[in-house]
């Protein structure tokens, strides 16, 4: 069965059109105080606490002739024995000058997703997610905990899940042929397909914008 790999960051980007999910800037000193601020953060979360602990969830797409594996990293968790429920936290480094209202929701989406994967690849009936953020030193600006069913979740978790399956303007696949199980669904879904193009996820940034010629089998990057 074809696999077709996305990252809960991925999907949450896309959907929710993904200007939100960064908040610092490119520049490097900034993208070193947002892992200086998760990993302090992480540190003094304490006993029971695990850091950057994976997880993945298969979802067959159209009667299974495609699985899309959702994957990532859960940046806190905390488990526990019934009846409580395990947690989730989402980390994020906060650079303004007032602490923030509410979380931002690419940032409480992302938290949802690990959410839902846990209660699917656990059978939870609830899980509580978190979104916190912190200094570069990891001091707490803003935490927002919820306590969701596994109904809400998952709920949640398709709002965001169908719109990317239906308004992905095309797939592109490194391995296979027209005949794959990839192709097969692009055509179903009337999204044009690319197979063959070798070594497209190492070369393709995430959030880099790509013109997709099927005629003549060329991708190209295009100006952002």
């Not at 001091?139 to 709002?159: D, H, I, M, N, Y």
Request: a negative charge; aromatic letters at 4%.
């Amino acid at each position: 069965m074809e696999e077709l790999r996305v990252s809960v960051r991925e999907l949450v980007e896309f959907t929710l059109h993904g200007a939100d999910i960064r908040l610092v800037s490119g520049r490097m000193q900034d993208m070193l105080d947002g892992t200086l601020g998760h990993q302090a953060r992480q540190k003094l979360l304490g006993e029971g606490w695990q850091a950057e602990v994976p997880l993945n969830l298969p979802i067959p797409v159209e009667d299974e002739e495609l699985t899309l594996v959702l994957g990532g990293r859960m940046d806190a968790f905390r488990d526990v024995e019934s009846p409580d429920v395990p947690c989730v936290e989402e980390i994020k480094l906060w650079q303004g000058e007032h602490p923030p209202e509410a979380p931002i929701p690419a940032h409480r989406m992302q938290a949802v997703c690990y959410g839902h994967m846990l209660c699917v690849t656990r059978g939870l009936p609830a899980v509580d997610v978190r979104v916190v953020y912190v200094t570069r030193r990891g001091k707490v600006q803003g935490e927002f905990p919820e306590r969701l069913t596994a109904e809400e979740c998952r709920a949640e978790f398709q709002s965001v899940l169908l719109p990317y399956l239906r308004d992905a303007a095309a797939i592109i696949c490194e391995e296979g042929s027209a005949e794959c199980h990839a192709a097969t669904v692009g055509l179903l879904l009337s999204k044009p397909v690319l197979v063959g193009a070798g070594d497209a996820t190492r070369r393709l940034e995430d959030g880099v914008r790509v013109s997709v010629d099927c005629a003549r089998g060329v991708v190209q990057t295009m100006p952002q």
